[in-house]
């Protein structure tokens, strides 16, 4: 059965950093496109990151590109969202997924398109 578990939320100030990890199980994922996304109360879950299964492409949302970077270790089975100067308009649950191949950008940015996620972890920051 294949599995993303995603760790490393909790609760930072304003201009905090955390990292997020999500690790699979279940079958190797260095051939899979791997990405965040995440979802504050009352709103949609919205894309954060993107990377390709080597790591040439990445795509970030324009609202954390410069402070968010997206990162793996192919040989963990792990995938990074580092997050630095956070703010409290980041506050949400963070999920990880995964899918075969690169999209273009429009697509790969739809939750939709996506099979596989992970159960999400919280990130809160206080201002």
């Known amino acids: 059965q294949v599995q993303l578990v995603e760790s490393g939320g909790g609760l930072v100030q304003a201009g905090a950093s955390l990292r997020l990890s999500c690790v699979g199980s279940g079958r190797t994922f260095s051939d899979d496109t791997m990405a965040w996304f995440r979802q504050g109360p009352g709103k949609e879950r919205e894309f954060v990151a993107a990377l390709s299964d080597t790591g040439i492409y990445t795509s970030y949302s324009d609202s954390v590109k410069g402070r968010f970077t997206i990162s793996r270790v192919n040989a963990k089975n792990t995938v990074y969202l580092q997050m630095n100067s956070l703010e409290s308009e980041d506050t949400a649950a963070y999920y990880c997924?995964?899918?075969?191949?690169?999209?273009?950008?429009?697509?790969?940015?739809?939750?939709?398109?996506?099979?596989?996620w992970g159960q999400g972890t919280q990130v809160t920051v206080t201002s």
């Open positions: 997924a995964m899918r075969p191949t690169w999209l273009p950008d429009l697509r790969l940015r739809n939750a939709d398109e996506y099979g596989i």
